[in-house]
């Protein structure tokens, strides 16, 4: 089938069905996947509208960790769908259970202090799990500064998973010094540290980060500004601790598109995100000039590019049919401790 047809065929299917399923979208999809999203966003937004969506069919046109997310917090007469199993997130795969139980371990033997868990969204359900069980909260990029403040104010401890540069540079902006910070790595003998070092830390934050956010560098900043001065730089908090010290701006994605979109006509961006959603602002603001932080290569997320319009309209057809494909059900001890997080972080 030649791809117009395709993409002439969800249409269809999408209208026939449109009372029963509702296709949510990341924002760093390839524009001929977020072209059919009834709702587009970041995963706090996506996780938001999850909770409170009616349809019996969810089309998650994300990642797994999302998707396993939106099955958690809908209802259990709704069924929610990966349009490509394939598309997890590498970042989530750098934390695994029996790997946080282990760390978990051996700090509370180094430590008799309090020690609150967050774990970035970008995780498995059974790590959600692992911090509703010790009474921790999950975060999202949008929402870090909230709940890491929530965690440092409750505990005098804060184990941050799995993403590295979030956890480092959400508490020093809030805050705590870097000195106070050590990293666990899952991989080395004790994580790399000793239980002194543990003791001594306020932060703990595990070895993980993502491939895609990890790609743009001061010296490409301090490029563009050399011939260019008045560009506004600006990245994600998933990117290296001295990138988001040499941006003039860090925030979220949610926070990125809405810097370019209050800004002035003729004002200049260079962004420091996905590629696909870095290009969808060039040609949804065409008054400012926008770039990319990293001018040598395009930095897309490698899994979520797996989904294709084919595999949503495959989906659709097993619907139609009452053949249901790729649907992702949580278990549900693991979905009922995960609630208590994600509940928090809801509520904080
Ligand atoms: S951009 Fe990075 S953190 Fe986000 S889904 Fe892709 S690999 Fe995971």
Known sequence: MSKDRIIEQVWALKEELKDQ??????????????????????????????????????????????????DMLSSENQSVYLPHLDAGCS??????????????????????ATVTPITYINCTAD?????????????????AEKIISWALNRGEKLLFFPDQHLGRNTCYKLGVPLDEMVVYDPLLPNGGITAKEIED????????????????????????????PETITIVHPECYF???????????????????DKAPAGAKFAIGTESNLVNRLKGLYPDKEIISINQKEERLCRTMNLIHPVHILKVLESIKLGKPINVL????DVTEKSLKALETMLAL
């Open 21 to 70: 399923v509702v296709i949510l979208g990341h924002h760093y999809q390839r524009d001929d996947v977020i072209q059919f999203a009834d709702y587009k966003g970041d995963s706090l937004q996506l996780a938001k509208i999850a909770a409170s969506e009616k349809k019996p069919h969810i089309i998650f046109c994300g990642v797994h960790f999302m998707a396993e997310t939106a």
């Open 201 to 228: 830390a306020r932060v703990i934050l595990w070895q993980g980060y993502c491939c895609v956010h990890q790609d743009f560098h001061p010296e490409m900043m301090k490029e563009i500004k050399d011939k260019s």
């Open 242 to 260: 001295e990138s988001t010290q040499a941006a003039d701006l860090a925030g979220s994605t949610s926070y990125i598109i809405d810097q370019v």
């Open 91 to 112: 970042m989530a795969d750098m934390a695994a259970r029996n790997q946080v139980d282990d760390a978990w371990e051996k700090i509370q033997a180094a430590t008799k």
């Open 329 to 332: 059900k949580v278990d549900s």
């Open 127 to 143: 790590l959600k799990a692992f911090v509703g069980e010790n009474g921790g909260s999950i975060c999202t990029s949008s929402n």
